[in-house]
């Protein structure tokens, strides 16, 4: 009736060395738990009251025995801290060619969104032995992205870009959950990774997932339209004007802000700078762009932000995924 | 330890005035200054705080046997983990054992006649009951949905619970606990008796000492920290939330910074017992007094720079995430060299496997385990799968359930006699205590599994991961023998007030001061000021006769045998 499964499906290239990270550290937990177990009883049994052993010699004080189980676990400890860090760190960097996806949480739905336009809620197809990175942030209160079968999450905070990113081993489904409490319908927020074979992938993305089609507008071009409607080419155009520096060039580079730091214009950066864009000035100008905060949602910030990219890159607009190979709008129609 | 001797005019047991029956009326118990008394309040409140923590449990683990929530609201639910959260940590471990039994015992350990601040101490049991009902009255209006935790910006902008109420119950309960430890500070310092020094002190005292530390420094953090998401709540001053400019991770450094340390306060008590019940049942001092004493200090310190580690996954920087995994690490050798001495103690000792000692035992297996699956989360590549899941659940269950209860209900049984004057049934504390590790282990064991297979804690349904069934079962099971393993001790402690044979002064033959006293003491607790001649723990001068000649009664066996 039961079965009883001791662990998820390993289906991420981490999730072999988590599996194994875990078992170090289960073994060093039976090394050092089971024997003080043991030993406990065996001394509270052979020692108890008006058992006849040799009680001789009690000493309370071993300066080297001391030092010996102090210094022993502490190696141990600092031995495990050293390989678990090396794996967080890579865990941490996502490689240069990794696949960007987009991730907007919100009570109680997960919102994706493809470089192509294409979008899904609750479901992530993404392509096998890709390194895919999710750019992730939530609209409301903090939410967590977790893959138990690829062995990692990450918290989805507002106001702010996070990123995960894994590669897929396996073909199948798996399970999205959130895993920060978020609220009446926290437990229902949970979805699932898709994973395809690369060609198989392509045709659900240029078929615009069957389900939902994009309107027939990759996430640059609407970021492009959003770019029309507001006039930003008014202050921002292809070279500095006083009214505004020019976006050209931008993404990726330093820049020199008025209070003398210097700011990686980074997603984070460009975010903030359209939500908000009193809060960090280039150097020479004054706040004079408007606020749009309330008028942008997270989807629309980040299709702005993905055409900010492409700008003096190279027009027309770059294929955003390297797997996307197909453009987008061959697929659609 | 000291020798104050018996004296020779002392009233027969039944009519000698002592603190409980000085005087009956309510107003005596409710105006007491007496530290043994405000003791006996807080044992009785927060049994019943326990017990109301225990039912929202019940309550959890029975809906979690059907992978579909079949017989609460979503709501009703989260409203209900909630509570279980609240209620158990900020009402019941944190005051448990030093408000009860750090309050009743502290002074007498160390030859004092109360605390250092009497009104103080009394002030300390209203706010704690104040806190309480203004929680409680949250809940009966219609709950909190946040987790203990409150995390913004969802208990400041969008939950719709009684929070900023829970939250000022929480405030004013955190003014008790930081009276309770300022006055155990101020007494270990100026109220030692004659020849008490810093290092015959009892390693329970040293570990209130510790705890009280952690107390003062820590728990004004959280009580500013829970009033700044009221004054967001309230009045939209952007703090947390972004939607009003705050920043929604500042709540978590500045939550845990009081929050973790908050489990040494709710773990170092028990060590602290553990080192009076061990000692006491091997009839040994305890192995490596200094290292003992210091690792409680050690864990004081280091506990307050570790809380970085709740947050590996919420965009902290990478480098801070190294920094917070490597000191984690670091802070469990001082447990380790705390249990390593324990069992040097019990080694060569004569263990008497009387009902406290039992909870030792017990408490030794669940620590051991719950210490090293810190390692797990410590461990920064391990926790980015098992953060926030039943794995999490279960390691601080078998801390502050494990260790914490297991400590709570040692002391008790420990100190009982002393309290009351009366013996319990040691066979039926035997049974409570095996219910209570075996239920234990039964509930928390499967939550390990259960985390590795990615159940996140907090979750209602898991109907669409099956395989997470049998475990939840496994573990309610598991819950209503714990259940059974804490209702027990209610039946038989009750039952020796009446019943129980008079316990005497010292029914355990323990060296600590408190033993030298008549049980249950006289409001002064000593008719004189003791004077301390030996260190704490001296039980080799006590047994020094009975042993040599246990000696002799073995070599005269062996040459008897040699003869035949």
């Known amino acids: ?333 | 330890m000291s020798a104050t001797a018996a004296r020779p005019e002392e009233l027969d047991d039944a009519t000698r005035p002592n603190y409980l029956n000085v005087s009956h009326t309510i107003k005596s118990w409710l105006l007491t200054q007496d530290h043994k008394r405000i003791a006996v309040l807080y044992l009785v409140s927060i049994s019943f705080f326990f017990l109301l923590g225990g039912l929202a449990a019940s309550m959890i683990r029975l809906e979690l046997t059907s992978p579909r929530g079949v017989m609460l609201e979503s709501e009703t639910y989260n409203k209900m983990f909630s509570a279980h959260g609240i209620i158990m940590v900020f009402l019941f471990l944190v005051p448990s054992i030093p408000a009860t039994f750090g309050n009743f015992a502290l002074p007498m350990m160390i030859g004092a006649k109360d605390l250092a601040f009497p009104r103080l101490n009394l002030l300390s049991w209203y706010l704690y009951m104040i806190g309480g009902g203004l929680i409680l009255a949250a809940l009966l209006m219609g709950g909190v949905d946040t987790g203990w935790t409150f995390y913004t910006p969802y208990s400041s902008m969008y939950s719709s619970g009684h929070v900023v109420l829970a939250i000022v119950g929480v405030f004013i309960a955190g003014f008790s606990s930081i009276f309770t430890g300022l006055n155990f500070i101020a007494t270990v310092h100026k109220m030692r008796a004659p020849g008490m020094t810093w290092f015959r002190m009892p390693l329970f005292v040293w570990a209130m000492y510790a705890t009280s530390v952690i107390i003062v420094l820590g728990t004004p953090v959280v009580a500013i920290t829970l009033a700044l998401v009221a004054v967001e709540a309230t009045m939209g001053v952007g703090i947390f939330s972004p939607a009003l400019g705050g920043d929604p991770v500042l709540f978590q450094h500045m939550f845990w910074f009081y929050s973790h340390p908050a489990v040494y306060i709710m773990i170092l008590p028990s060590m602290g017992v553990m080192s009076e019940l061990i000692a006491c049942f091997s009839r040994k001092r305890i192995f490596g007094y200094h290292f003992v004493a210091f690792s409680s200090l050690a864990i004081a310190g280091l506990g307050f720079i570790v809380w970085g580690h709740h947050m590996f996954t919420s965009g902290q920087s990478t480098f801070q995430s190294l920094v917070f995994s490597l000191i984690s690490f670091v802070v469990a050798v001082p447990s380790a060299v705390k249990t390593f001495n324990w069992m040097a103690t019990i080694y060569k000792g004569n263990v008497d496997l009387r009902s406290p000692m039992i909870f030792a035992l017990g408490f030794l297996g669940l620590f051991v385990v719950g210490g090293l699956t810190g390692l797990y989360l410590a461990s920064l590549a391990t926790d980015v799968h098992l953060q926030a899941t039943y794995f999490v659940v279960a390691h601080f269950h078998y801390i502050m359930v494990g260790g914490a209860m297991m400590g709570f209900l040692g002391a008790l049984h420990y100190w009982w006699p002393k309290m009351t004057g009366k013996m319990y049934s040691d066979n039926w504390a035997k049974i409570g205590a095996a219910l209570v590790f075996v239920g234990f282990n039964l509930t928390f064991f499967p939550q390990f599994i259960l985390g590795y297979l990615g159940m996140p804690r907090r979750y209602h349904y898991y109907d669409f991961a099956p395989q997470w069934q049998a475990y939840n079962i496994m573990s309610s099971a598991g819950a209503s023998v714990l259940a059974l393993g804490y209702i027990l001790p209610a039946f038989y402690l009750l039952h020796s007030l009446k019943y129980g044979k008079p316990a005497g002064r010292n029914p355990w033959g323990a060296v600590g001061l408190e033993w030298q006293t008549e049980s249950p003491p006289d409001t002064h607790n000593f008719h004189e000021i003791p004077i301390v001649t030996h260190e704490a723990y001296d039980y080799a001068a006590v047994d020094e006769i009975e042993h040599a000649q246990a000696q002799e009664v073995m070599k005269k066996e062996a040459h008897m045998g040699s003869d035949e």
């Open chain 1, 1 to 333: 009736m039961f079965n009883f499964p001791l662990r998820p499906e390993a289906a991420s290239t981490f999730a072999g060395q988590h599996d194994l990270l875990f078992g170090i550290l289960t073994v060093l937990t039976i090394v050092f738990s089971v024997p003080v177990m043991i030993l406990a009883i065996i001394f509270a049994v052979r020692f108890r009251a008006g058992n006849k052993v040799d009680r001789s010699r009690p000493s309370h004080e071993n300066l080297k025995l001391e030092l010996t189980w102090t210094i022993i676990p502490l190696l141990l400890a600092l031995a495990v801290f050293g390989y678990s860090a090396k794996l967080f760190v890579d865990l941490r960097k996502p490689p240069k060619d990794a696949m960007e996806i987009f991730v907007i949480g919100k009570q109680w739905m997960w919102h994706i969104q493809h470089p192509n336009g294409v979008r899904e809620n609750n479901e992530l197809h993404v392509p096998v032995g890709v390194p895919v990175k999710l750019t992730m942030i939530s609209q409301d209160v903090i939410h967590a992205f977790y893959i138990p079968e690829f062995r990692t999450q990450y918290m989805v905070v507002p106001d702010k870009y996070t990123q995960l990113w894994f590669q897929a081993t396996k073909e199948g489904e798996y399970m999205i959950l959130c895993n920060q409490y978020c609220g009446t319908q926290h437990s229902e927020m949970v979805g699932k990774v898709i994973v395809q074979r690369p060609d198989e992938f392509q045709k659900w993305l240029a078929d615009g997932g069957r389900s939902m089609r994009p309107k027939d507008r990759t996430m640059v071009e609407s970021g492009e339209d959003l770019y029309k409607l507001y006039n930003c080419a008014n202050c921002h155009g292809d070279v500095d004007t006083p009214r505004g520096p020019s976006l050209y060039g931008l993404f990726g580079k330093r820049q020199q802000m008025t209070d003398g730091t210097t700011v990686l214009a980074d997603d984070e950066y460009l975010r903030e700078s359209l939500l908000k864009a009193e809060k960090k000035l280039v150097a020479g100008y004054i706040a004079t762009m408007p606020n749009y905060e309330q008028e942008l949602s997270e989807e629309q910030a980040l299709q702005l932000i993905a055409y900010m990219k492409t700008l003096g890159v190279q027009k027309p607009a770059a294929p955003a995924a390297p797997a996307a190979a197909t453009t987008p709008q061959e697929g659609n129609r």
